[in-house]
């Protein structure tokens, strides 16, 4: 099992930056991905980033070029830089793992409210 806790949200203005990080805890010799989901009111989550072990990187369309992802030296890390913030990027955020079985651990989630 693995357990994920997320820190880093709060309330930024239009153009602003967060940092979100999320620490594994438990069975993490056997995470091979970590990433960040979100999901705003009334819509689906949908990816944000995702890394694997071997340091490659994916990213939603809408966030491309303003969000980057990085892990930990111990791989135990996940973190989110988010720049030029957006209304539309007010979501709550979840920090994702993917095991070597295929199973998914999700965060509880951490809320970015971003203000026009």
């Known amino acids: 099992q693995v357990q994920l806790a997320e820190s880093g949200g709060g309330l930024v203005q239009s153009g602003g930056s967060l940092r979100l990080s999320c620490a594994a805890s438990?069975?993490?010799?056997?995470?091979?991905?970590m990433g960040w989901y979100r999901q705003a009111p009334g819509k689906e989550r949908e990816l944000v980033a995702r890394i694997t072990n071997a340091g490659i990187t994916n990213y939603g369309d809408s966030v491309k070029g303003r969000f980057a992802i990085s892990r930990g030296n111990a791989k135990t890390t996940v973190n989110l830089q988010m720049n030029s913030l957006k209304p539309e990027d007010t979501a709550v955020y979840y920090c994702n793992a993917a095991d070597w079985g295929g199973k998914i651990y999700w965060g509880k989630g951490t809320l970015v409210t971003v203000s026009s």
């Open positions: 438990g069975s993490i010799f056997s995470i091979t991905a």
